[in-house]
């Protein structure tokens, strides 16, 4: 099953020179909970703006045009066609991790959404591709823990396909 994860500000940005604009680590701890045990798919971009390594416990496929990237420890994919075969055939959780354009391009074949929303604003580069929110429905929405080191106001989404 594919499934969308991502955090965004209220104003749709995702990500600031291939990183994350903010700190929140209840959401990195959401992430790693969500993902750990299953495959994540991201482009070149993202996984070199995480350091250019796989995260624990989790299968990594990074997406690229490049037929000639190579990375240590995680599977190179160069088309949507190729991770929707090995999706169907891992039987488990292939996770999109970004960034936009990878969004883009696979939304229309996940089946699931986890949102984090973020009631700030920050400045970055990178926003998440115009959503078709009445093709979604929203299934859980629990509000973040705030304290020194997750200062801003913010909800944990899950949404799934409407219609399945």
Same mark, same amino acid.
């Given at each position: 099953?594919?499934?969308?994860?991502?955090?965004?500000?209220?104003?749709?940005?995702?990500?600031?020179?291939?990183?994350?604009?903010?700190?929140?680590?209840?959401?990195?701890?959401?992430?790693?909970?969500?993902?750990?045990?299953?495959?994540?798919?991201?482009?070149?971009?993202?996984?070199?703006?995480?350091?250019?390594?796989?995260?624990?416990?989790?299968?990594?496929?990074?997406?690229?045009?490049?037929?000639?990237?190579?990375?240590?420890?995680?599977?190179?994919?160069?088309?949507? #066609?190729?991770?929707?075969?090995?999706?169907?055939?891992?039987?488990? #959780?292939?996770?999109?991790?970004?960034?936009?354009?990878?969004?883009?391009?696979?939304?229309?074949?996940? #089946?699931?959404?986890?949102?984090?929303?973020?009631?700030?604003?920050?400045?970055?580069?990178?926003?998440?591709?115009?959503?078709?929110?009445?093709?979604?429905?929203?299934?859980?929405?629990?509000?973040?823990?705030?304290?020194?080191?997750?200062?801003?106001?913010?909800?944990?989404?899950?949404? #799934?396909?409407?219609?399945?």
């Amino acid at each position: 099953m594919l499934i969308a994860i991502w955090a965004q500000d209220k104003n749709g940005l995702i990500g600031k020179n291939n990183r994350l604009p903010w700190h929140l680590p209840n959401d990195l701890r959401f992430f790693k909970e969500a993902t750990t045990n299953h495959t994540l798919v991201m482009g070149r971009k993202t996984f070199e703006g995480m350091g250019g390594r796989p995260l624990p416990n989790r299968q990594t496929i990074v997406l690229t045009r490049d037929s000639g990237y190579q990375a240590s420890n995680v599977l190179v994919m160069h088309s949507l #066609e190729e991770v929707i075969d090995y999706d169907k055939n891992n039987g488990g #959780e292939t996770f999109i991790a970004g960034g936009a354009a990878i969004y883009t391009e696979f939304l229309p074949y996940c #089946e699931k959404i986890y949102r984090t929303f973020i009631e700030a604003s920050f400045e970055g580069d990178a926003y998440f591709p115009l959503m078709l929110w009445n093709k979604w429905q929203l299934t859980e929405r629990k509000q973040g823990q705030r304290d020194e080191k997750n200062p801003y106001r913010y909800y944990f989404e899950t949404y #799934e396909r409407a219609g399945s």
